[in-house]
Structures are given as structure tokens and as C-alpha cells.
């Protein structure tokens, strides 16, 4: 068990910039989960996939952002044309099955700062 | 809609000290609950979980019950440790499984 991965840990960008941010699952879970986590709350659900199907999208997903996984095993998370307000702390987690009573695995998070 | 409310903190408490942390709960159906914690410069990681009313999930000497007729799930220990220092946060997932958590406790302890 490798844990959750998450690259890059920081990203400083100009507003109006594209980023991207990765996450690589622990191997055998198919559920992939993207949060985002902002000063003093706590993660707010953004979208997940069972597999590489993209199952559920938060209202909080504008059309700005997009998220894949193509084969299953790693996703994506793309932010274009970025904003001020979309400095926060990105996380990724993954969890094994479809019962509610499993646990998720989170990685340490991709911080993104616009300036 | 779900959502998990948390006991605002910070809580500072000294060493040996007996801690509790309130949490209550709004979900459809039956969720199961869960205390994740979050370590300075580290990644959220499980502490303990509840699958059903009445359970109660342990670990690290932590403890917490699943209490349907109050919708709580309330985290205690009967000796905090300088090492407990961190932010717990309180969790439930849903059918869908994805979840939803409130906006996390800091618990600083003093020697």
C-alpha cells in the first residue's frame, strides 16, 4: 500500500492560467474522489468516479473545471482560465467498493495559489 | 442535503486532560459516520468509523458512538497526549459514498 499520490504538492499560477493536477489512487481502489478544501472548513465534495466512469459532479464544478480518468488507474483535474477564488487546497482520495462504509484514503493535497 | 456540524474550536486542553468533541449529523437514510485526523503537514487519515446505530468505533484510545435518536457521533479520549495535537474532522458517507464533513475541530494540547 503506497497511499494516495498527489502531484504537484504546490502550484503558484497567474489568474487566467490552465492548471492541472494529478492523482494516482492506491492500486486496487476503484473509486477516485476530488474535494477541495479551503481555510479553516472542511473538504467539500467536487466529483468522483467509480472506474474511469465519472459518476457524480458538484454544483461547486463550474464549467471551468474538468476531471478524468481515462484508464481507470489515475486521474486529472483540470482548472482553465483560473480565478482568484480558486486558491484552495485540492485533495484526492480512493476508497475500494460502492458501501458507504468504507473509508477513504487521502492524499496530502494539492495546494494552489493564484495570484 | 447532508451535512455534518462540528463543535467550534480551537480546544486547548493540557496534557491528561479528558477531551470530548461534539458532532451532529442531517443525512437521508442510514450513513455511516466516521473521525478523520489531520496531523500538522500531513494528509487526512481515518481514525475510527460507524457502520450502524449503536456501534462504536475505537482506535488510538479514542472512541465514539453511533447515536441514531440524537444524530450524534461524538469523539472522546480519557487522556489526551501532546501528540493528539491536530484537526479532527467529522464525516459521513452516504449510499453514493462520497462524504461530506464538517469544518474540523483543532485540538492543540500543552505539556
Known amino acids: 500500500d503506497t497511499g494516495v499520490s498527489q502531484n504537484p504538492r504546490h502550484k503558484i499560477t497567474k489568474r487566467g492560467q490552465n492548471v492541472t493536477f494529478r492523482c494516482d489512487p492506491i492500486?486496487?481502489?476503484?473509486?477516485l474522489y476530488w474535494y477541495r478544501q479551503t481555510l479553516g472548513q472542511g473538504p467539500e465534495f467536487l466529483t468522483y468516479?467509480?472506474?474511469?466512469?465519472?459518476?457524480?459532479k458538484s454544483r461547486l464544478l463550474s464549467d471551468r473545471f474538468s476531471a478524468e480518468r481515462p484508464k481507470g488507474s489515475f486521474s486529472t483535474l483540470e482548472i482553465q482560465r483560473t480565478e482568484q477564488g480558486d486558491s484552495a487546497m485540492y485533495l484526492c482520495?480512493?476508497?475500494?467498493?460502492?458501501?458507504?462504509?468504507?473509508?477513504?484514503?487521502f492524499g496530502d493535497g494539492t495546494r494552489l495559489s493564484i495570484l | 442535503g447532508n451535512s455534518v456540524t462540528q463543535m467550534e474550536g480551537p480546544v486547548t486542553l493540557s496534557e491528561e486532560a479528558f477531551l470530548t468533541i461534539n458532532c451532529t449529523y442531517t443525512a437521508t437514510g442510514y450513513p455511516s459516520l466516521f473521525w478523520y485526523v489531520q496531523y500538522p503537514g500531513e494528509g487526512l487519515q481515518l481514525l475510527l468509523k460507524a457502520t450502524k446505530a449503536d456501534d462504536k468505533g475505537s482506535n488510538k484510545g479514542f472512541e465514539a458512538t453511533y447515536r441514531k435518536e440524537t444524530t450524534s457521533f461524538h469523539l472522546e479520549k480519557g487522556s489526551v497526549q501532546v501528540s493528539d495535537s491536530a484537526v479532527y474532522f467529522c464525516a459521513l458517507n452516504t449510499n453514493a459514498g462520497k462524504s461530506t464533513f464538517g469544518d474540523g475541530t483543532t485540538l492543540t494540547v500543552k505539556p
Open positions: 492500486s486496487e481502489h476503484n473509486r
Open positions: 482520495a480512493s476508497s475500494q467498493g460502492s458501501d458507504s462504509n468504507q473509508p477513504q484514503h
Open positions: 468516479f467509480q472506474n474511469e466512469a465519472q459518476l457524480e
